[in-house]
């Protein structure tokens, strides 16, 4: 049955960069799916440290994409775009968006919805799809992690680490973190890090190499970028490969690459959200086929730290900023 909608929507923009006071409440049109789009009438939304960039200046969307923040959304299908195949009106999903995420309403490629596990609310399911889409494509499609090898993910604490850790310990590897305190160790240990580095007391360099007996990891999923970048190389076993997705420190480094050549490593990176809409729906395709009966049987569950309203999400920024949560933050919409 078709549902009357309104016109207008709340939402939270930036019409200036700046601090998360910059994040402003707007009444804009309501978005019109186009074809093979769906509309979704968002319930929740995930906070992300894209989204702090974005409000900072520093990372504008990609071309065609809303100029508002928010790239993980849970909620109901309320209109189908021409052609919008497989989703119905009523459908309850979550969906990774290029942007126009802290809406009341949002739209998005059908195929890069999916529907929300089974057992999950839509504030855990609106913490899945950035994370879970970026984790997946990196440390599985590229960094091509198999079972019984040993993983290392830094800022284990963080969305995308809290998530690394489980889906790599689901498929059976040895799982090595960093985090910023002896309470984020413990909570990555709790999600099933085999080993968790405290990087403000111990080199994990170091640590790494004492739990391998000398040999290194297999894989390294690094956000962090700057003087992390030879240290990697140094942690890395032979024929080791690195992904890099961030650079909370610095993008520009100086390096001796010798040791990428002595050890035969292969460092790669990627960004999500420039990506078609065809390429994201693979990763979601394979996320709907080998994570999703995960997460239905609660081998892995989305780690949720704190919610907000959407009117509060200046609040959810200064906690991300912060950088005192440990899993995900997320915005509930009235």
Not at 210 to 239: F, S
Not at 261 to 278: I, N
Not at 315 to 325: G, Q
Request: aromatic letters at 6%; glycine letters at 10%.
């Amino acid at each position: 049955m078709a549902q009357t909608l309104p016109e207008t929507m709340m939402v939270m923009a930036i019409p200036k960069p700046g601090g998360p006071e910059a994040l402003v409440a707007q009444t804009r049109p309501l978005p019109t799916p186009g074809p093979g789009e769906i509309l979704i009438r968002v319930a929740a939304a995930g906070v992300n440290r894209p989204d702090v960039l974005q409000r900072q200046g520093h990372y504008p969307p990609p071309p065609g994409a809303s100029d508002l923040p928010g790239l993980e959304v849970a909620g109901e299908v309320v209109a189908l775009g021409a052609g919008a195949a497989r989703l119905h009106v009523g459908d309850k999903v979550c969906a990774l968006v290029p942007g126009g995420g802290y809406a009341q309403f949002c739209k998005v490629h059908a195929t890069n919805a999916l529907p929300i596990p089974k057992g999950l609310s839509l504030v855990e399911a609106a913490a899945i799809p950035e994370t879970f889409f970026t984790v997946w494509t990196n440390v599985f499609d590229r960094g091509h992690l198999h079972e019984d090898e040993t993983f290392l993910v830094h800022g284990g604490s963080s969305g995308i680490g809290t998530t690394a850790i489980m889906l790599a310990k689901a498929f059976g590897a040895r799982v090595f973190t960093t985090a910023g305190s002896a309470e984020k160790c413990e909570s990555c240990r709790a999600l099933g890090a085999d080993l968790a580095i405290d990087y403000r007391k111990d080199d994990f360099v170091e640590a790494v190499k004492g739990a391998t007996q000398g040999k290194g990891v297999d894989l390294i999923l690094d956000m962090v970028g700057g003087d992390y970048v030879p240290r990697n190389y140094e942690a890395a076993a032979e024929e080791g490969r690195i992904v890099q997705i961030a650079f909370l420190k610095e993008s520009t480094v100086t390096l001796d690459l010798r040791r990428l050549m002595m050890k035969r490593l292969v460092h790669t990176g990627s960004t999500l959200r420039p990506r078609t809409a065809e390429q994201k729906a693979r990763i979601a395709k394979s996320l709907e086929e080998k994570v999703w009966p995960l997460l239905e049987k609660g081998r892995c569950k989305p780690v949720i730290h704190a919610t907000f309203r959407l009117t509060d999400a200046p609040k959810a920024h200064a906690l991300m900023e912060s950088s005192t949560h440990i899993g995900k933050i997320v915005l509930t919409v009235e």
